[in-house]
């Protein structure tokens, strides 16, 4: 009998450990979920600005490069 409680009490032990493992488990998986929401969030974000930053530069590029064709020339008309 002494060796039925001793399996006893290690089963109790495994499983107590085994429900410790499955509760860090599910705290680390509401964890990452939070985590990968945030890092979603941030994500957006950076793709608005990334578009508002690539339209300044779109149009600066234009204004750069008209200038550099024809800043001769609009000179000329002002200097006039």
């Given at each position: 009998m002494a060796g039925t409680e001793n399996v006893g009490e290690r089963l109790?032990?495994?499983e107590t450990r085994l429900?410790?493992?499955e509760d860090?488990?599910?705290d680390d998986a509401s964890d990452i979920?939070?985590?990968m929401s945030k890092?979603?969030?941030i994500d957006k974000e950076?793709?608005?600005y990334r578009g508002f930053v690539g339209?300044?530069?779109l149009v600066v590029t234009a204004l750069v490069t008209f200038v550099k064709m024809f800043g001769e020339q609009?000179?000329?008309f002002f200097s006039k």
């Open positions: 109790a032990r495994v429900k410790a493992i860090d488990i599910t979920a939070a985590v890092l979603e969030k950076l793709s608005r339209g300044i530069l609009i000179g000329s």
